[in-house]
């Protein structure tokens, strides 16, 4: 994500003498946001954590349509069923996150472009940076630029937002840039906290084809052992 303004002199020198010490936000919260998510809605869980009596309703009806759908006989054939159900709602919770965290970084864009809607005053502190909101956010730089100034940007990771757009990833992107007059560049790098409940959404989709396909499987061997 990246913005630019035309910025004075004076706040050219004082953002070059603070991007000369300091080291970027450095938070174990921000690398650990996804995964908290993850234990805290029990997708990592072994069994499914149900708070409210809605969402125990909801999943004694989610365990009776997969009954239902698999009728299932015997300990085994019980066992996976059951197992399936789970998976079906662990899945359904990965789904409210992505869509959640998606809403997050849009809001994070939307803060960002306000912030360069108004005028910066030195000297240019956390308060006027989306600093410790909330967002995972792995690094935030802010440059000051004079004169004539060519960059060259590549990127192979993701996601982003891009102009107020969250995309999934980006794959050997490049541009350049050339401006003449002086100006700040700011730049955000946003977490892996999607990435990682992708990663979480398609293991729980491989072991639940796995399920199925073993049940199916089970089934067709006790069927053939009937007749």
Known sequence: MRHERTVTDAVRAANKANAQSSKGPRTDRGKAHSRN?????????????????????????????????FSPEGLLEKFLVEEIATLFWKLGITEGLQAQELLLRQELSDHVGSIFHKDLKLPISGHDLPLNRGWDCERLVVRAVSGKDTSYSSASRGPAVVQGQVVNAFQNSQNSNSQNAGHLEFEAVLGNSLANMTRYQSALKRDLYRAIETLHKLQMERREREN
């Open 37 to 69: 998510n993850a234990l805290r809605h029990g997708i990592l869980a072994r069994n499914v954590v149900l708070d409210t009596h809605e969402q125990r309703a909801e999943f004694r009806e989610l365990q009776h349509v997969c009954k239902t759908e």
